[in-house]
């Protein structure tokens, strides 16, 4: 099956730091991948879209200058939660679409869990 | 907004209950997928059901999508201890865009 990872798994930081997370497709190119938040005991909100080469498509009421989506390539996007404060702290995972058979399958990583101090 | 509502939201029954979890929406979704999820990890696909009226079995999960696709049920027989965990619906809106419930955390006692 289809596998993604995320890196860091866990990370803790400053107040006022940023923090990049790194979302990876390693067996196959995914076109399209999306960045959601999970809070504890609560479900995913999908935070955004990216598209291969071209700009996010942020939802409504998530700070596109907050968090920074870069999708540089096939394998890879960037997640970077800028200038972070402790109410930024979750557990944020990314999936990622591709193409062939499961084109329609979105494939989740196994997250990334963020604390701010 | 499409908003999907879960019920129960917890539930913690005892190894050889049957249960079901219900996924309910006033919006009609292209189709509907289930996922379950282990503490500190990502989501994984159970099913994908399409076509209102549609029924999937797994093993001993059976998942059934409403005749009018705004809503679906999870239905677990004999469950186990290995069945717990975060069960989540998902409605596709769209071509890709996921849309998901509150979640129900499933717990199974021994």
């Known amino acids: 099956g289809a596998v993604v990872s995320q890196h860091p798994s866990r990370v803790i930081c400053k107040s006022g730091t940023s923090v990049k997370i790194e979302c990876r497709s390693l067996?196959?190119?995914?076109?399209?991948m999306f960045w959601y938040r999970q809070f504890p005991k609560q479900s995913l909100m999908l935070m955004a879209t990216?598209?291969?080469?071209?700009?996010?498509?942020?939802e409504q009421g998530v700070e596109k200058d907050k968090f920074l989506i870069n999708h540089a390539s096939l394998t890879l996007s960037t997640l970077t939660v800028t200038s972070a404060h402790p109410e930024d702290s979750s557990f944020y995972i990314c999936?990622?679409?591709?193409?062939?058979?499961?084109?329609?399958?979105?494939?989740f990583g196994p997250g990334t869990r963020l604390t701010v101090l | 907004t499409q908003l999907l509502e879960q019920s129960p939201q917890f539930l913690s029954i005892q190894e050889g209950e049957n249960l079901t979890v219900y996924c309910n929406s006033s919006?009609?979704?292209?189709?509907l997928q289930w996922y379950r999820q282990e503490p500190g990890e990502g989501p994984v696909l159970l099913v994908t059901?399409?076509?209102?009226?549609e029924v999937k079995k797994l093993k001993r999960l059976t998942f059934q999508f409403g005749d009018a696709r705004k809503d679906s049920s999870l239905h677990i027989t004999a469950a186990q201890p290995g069945d717990t965990g975060l069960y989540l619906c998902?409605?596709?809106?769209?071509?890709?865009?996921?849309?998901f419930g509150q979640g129900t955390r499933l717990t199974i006692n021994p």
């Open positions: 999936s990622a679409k591709g193409q062939g058979p499961s084109y329609n399958e979105q494939f």
């Open positions: 067996d196959f190119q995914a076109t399209t």
């Open positions: 990216s598209n291969e080469g071209s700009k996010a498509t942020y």
């Open positions: 919006s009609v979704f292209s189709s």
């Open positions: 059901v399409v076509t209102g009226g």
């Open positions: 998902a409605g596709v809106v769209g071509a890709q865009k996921l849309v």
